[in-house]
């Protein structure tokens, strides 16, 4: 599958069929600068990066990376793309440590029989309910705990329509406008 766009504005760049069998759903959307929702498992980044590139983006806008928990298969990608373009980070503070410490259990990493190197995080959610407003959208963060105790859901309501982002979808299925 190709990267393609959702809506306006809201693409998505990465995922199973995508960019690595290993890797969630990663999305990206053009609000004038660009936010990341996830970053795969790590192996893909390059695909991801020319992907982002392939859709007429400078990846020097990715200024967010959003994510909604700390499994590798979501972080993995993270400490590539803050290092070539100092993306900020933002998680839900009780998922926020096991990228810190670079834990191989708590991020799965060693179950993708790999490593997490400790990475900081920028900005921590604390609310259950977190709002961002960029370019005049906002982009609502929701505290889900379950899967782990600091995922999030992400979602938008833009142009008449609500779009989910939930957290662990592999299996990617929605239809290109
Ligand atoms: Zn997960």
């Known amino acids: ?18 960019t690595d069998g290993r890797d969630g759903c990663i999305y990206l959307i053009n609000l004038g600068e660009l936010i990341l929702i996830d970053t795969g498992a790590g192996w893909s ?6 992907n982002v590139k392939g859709l007429g983006f400078d990846c020097k806008n990715l200024s967010k990376i959003l994510l909604t928990h700390c499994h590798i298969d979501h972080i993995g990608g993270v400490p590539e793309i803050k290092k070539r373009y100092g993306s900020k980070i933002y998680i839900h503070k009780l ?5 810190e410490n670079g834990d191989s259990i708590l991020t799965a990493a060693s179950w993708y029989q790999t490593t997490f190197p400790p990475t900081p995080v920028d900005v921590k959610f604390d609310a259950p309910e977190e709002i961002l407003t960029i370019g005049g959208q906002k982009i609502i963060c929701l505290h889900t705990p379950g899967h782990t105790p600091g ?3 992400i979602y938008m309501d833009k142009d008449g329509k609500r ?11 929605a239809q290109p406008k």
């Open 1 to 18: 599958m190709k990267p393609s766009e959702i809506i306006k504005d809201i693409f998505i760049v990465g995922g199973p069929d995508i």
């Open 95 to 99: 998922d926020a440590p096991p990228l």
């Open 45 to 50: 980044v390059d695909k991801i990066i020319n």
């Open 151 to 153: 995922s999030i859901c």
């Open 163 to 173: 779009i989910l982002f939930g957290q662990d979808l592999h299996d990617f299925a």
